[in-house]
């Protein structure tokens, strides 16, 4: 039986193999990748903000997860950008320099990843799961110690489910925001209480 591939790697292939020889527009890329768009946003996103970046970054590359899971809570079917990024033009050489660099995280991501579940994609679970990505959006942006990498990893990780159409993933991913937003509420507490014990 041949192996099915994952859905990034056809993304990736759709997107270095355009038939227009000198190469597309954000928004061409944008409309080829359809439904996945939110998926690559996230996927993107929280793949960089996983990153040993300097501290406080993630207050900066935290706020497109916030564009992103504003549009999938208000129900779009795909990614909206202005015109004047959908309107870029990006040479094929450097969306196929692209793939080439993503694939080797694709292929490995194949072996685990398969189309299920995807109730979790239609109607009012696609958008609770918008809002709780917003949620965790907002975690992390937020100056708190120790909360950063949680949230990151988990819009990573819905972010392959919602590339592969895998509702087992997008379900592990969410449970890791829940962690997360959970984990954030503890330490705000934490040094509220010890803020406030401090002054009394």
Same mark, same amino acid.
């Given at each position: 039986?041949?192996?099915?591939?994952?859905?990034?790697?056809?993304?990736?292939?759709?997107?270095?193999?355009?038939?227009?020889?000198?190469?597309?527009?954000?928004?061409?890329?944008?409309?080829?990748?359809?439904?996945?768009?939110?998926?690559?946003?996230?996927?993107?996103?929280?793949?960089?903000?996983?990153?040993?970046?300097?501290?406080?970054?993630?207050?900066?590359?935290?706020?497109?997860?916030?564009?992103?899971?504003?549009?999938?809570?208000?129900?779009?079917? =795909? #990614?909206?950008?202005?015109?004047? &990024?959908?309107?870029?033009? *990006? +040479?094929?050489?450097?969306?196929? /320099?692209?793939? %080439?660099?993503?694939?080797?995280?694709?292929?490995?991501?194949?072996?685990?990843?398969?189309?299920?579940?995807?109730?979790?994609?239609?109607?009012?679970?696609?958008?609770?799961?918008?809002?709780?990505?917003?949620?965790?959006?907002?975690?992390?942006?937020?100056?708190?110690?120790?909360?950063?990498?949680?949230?990151?990893?988990?819009?990573?990780?819905?972010?392959?489910?919602?590339?592969?159409?895998?509702?087992?993933?997008? =379900? #592990?991913?969410?449970?890791?925001? &829940?962690?997360?937003?959970? *984990? +954030?509420?503890?330490?705000?507490? /934490?040094?509220? %209480?010890?803020?406030?014990?401090?002054?009394?």
């Amino acid at each position: 039986m041949k192996k099915r591939r994952s859905g990034a790697i056809r993304g990736l292939a759709q997107v270095g193999t355009r038939k227009k020889p000198e190469g597309s527009s954000f928004g061409e890329v944008l409309e080829s990748l359809g439904d996945r768009s939110f998926g690559w946003g996230f996927m993107i996103v929280g793949f960089m903000n996983m990153l040993p970046l300097p501290p406080g970054t993630n207050m900066i590359l935290g706020l497109p997860i916030l564009f992103i899971a504003t549009q999938m809570a208000l129900g779009r079917q =795909a #990614l909206w950008f202005p015109d004047f &990024i959908t309107r870029r033009f *990006i +040479a094929r050489s450097r969306w196929r /320099a692209g793939a %080439l660099t993503a694939l080797p995280i694709a292929r490995p991501l194949s072996r685990f990843t398969r189309t299920r579940y995807t109730s979790l994609f239609q109607g009012r679970a696609e958008t609770v799961l918008g809002v709780l990505m917003l949620v965790t959006g907002v975690v992390l942006c937020l100056p708190i110690p120790l909360t950063g990498w949680l949230p990151a990893i988990s819009c990573f990780v819905v972010g392959i489910g919602l590339v592969e159409h895998d509702g087992a993933i997008v =379900a #592990l991913g969410a449970t890791v925001a &829940i962690v997360a937003i959970a *984990i +954030a509420v503890a330490m705000a507490a /934490a040094i509220y %209480l010890g803020i406030s014990y401090a002054s009394s």
